[in-house]
């Protein structure tokens, strides 16, 4: 029987593309970098999932994630702009000025707070992901949060999931699903974890590298039908 959900928050209970749009956006007015248009976006939005990925297998550090893909994009814009840090700095801080849901999450997640533990388990760092669960509201429906800038590890890696448990106590496997709609990071964590792994793949993504996926829903509010029929 589930008893412990792990939430990923980033493109799972959060519109991560609307806070990356949002936060870039009001960092180019910050620093006086004109217009970012909508092909310049899906460009760094490229860029910055490239980077992401290139963490999750251990290739490079965080602190290489957050420089170096600026680095790329403003090269890739023929930008010359040299305040890499500060741009960082302020838009970790942008990303938790609104909070953009996902549809159903708020409302799923906060019918079944008491009834489950729910635990937040998120990469990226401290300050933005904290921003983002106060300004959603998140924090006060959590039991507690799990941030890889705190913990120390990043998800996939098993150190982050035992660290979740160290903190949360012991539990049978079978009793915890973790909800994220990646693959590489969520679903390949909950394998290394040997937890039940629920993907949400609102756009309907091909597994191709044969994670094993438990549950699959196009929607959060699925979460209760799941659990009810567990």
Avoid at 73 to 89: A, C, G, P, Y
Avoid at 199 to 220: F, R, S, V
Wanted: charged fraction near 25%; aromatic fraction near 12%; include cysteine.
């Amino acid at each position: 029987m589930i008893k412990i959900l792990l939430w990923d928050v980033d493109g799972t209970l959060l519109d991560f593309g609307k806070s990356e749009v949002y936060g870039i956006r009001k960092c180019f007015e910050k620093f006086g970098l004109g217009e970012c248009t909508d092909e310049m976006l899906a460009r760094y939005s490229k860029i910055n999932h490239k980077y992401w990925r290139m963490l999750e297998l251990g290739e490079i550090t965080k602190q290489q994630v957050l420089t170096e893909r600026f680095v790329e994009f403003f090269k890739s814009e023929n930008i010359t702009f040299n305040r890499i840090d500060e741009f960082n700095d302020e838009y970790q801080i942008r990303l938790g000025d609104k909070a953009f849901f996902c549809d159903n999450a708020f409302e799923t997640i906060n019918s079944i707070k008491g009834k489950y533990k729910q635990y937040a388990v998120t990469n990226g760092t401290y300050i933005a992901q904290q921003r983002k669960l106060i300004q959603s509201g998140l924090i006060n429906i959590f039991d507690d949060v799990f941030i890889s800038d705190k913990i120390g590890f990043e998800k996939p890696n098993i150190e982050f999931f035992n660290a979740v448990q160290q903190k949360i106590g012991k539990f049978n496997k079978d009793e915890v699903m973790i909800i994220g709609d990646s693959l590489s990071s969520d679903m390949q964590g909950g394998n290394n974890a040997g937890i039940l792994c629920c993907w949400y793949n609102p756009h309907n993504t091909e597994n191709k590298n044969n994670i094993k996926i438990d549950y699959e829903i196009k929607d959060i509010s699925e979460i209760t039908h799941i659990l009810e029929n567990n």
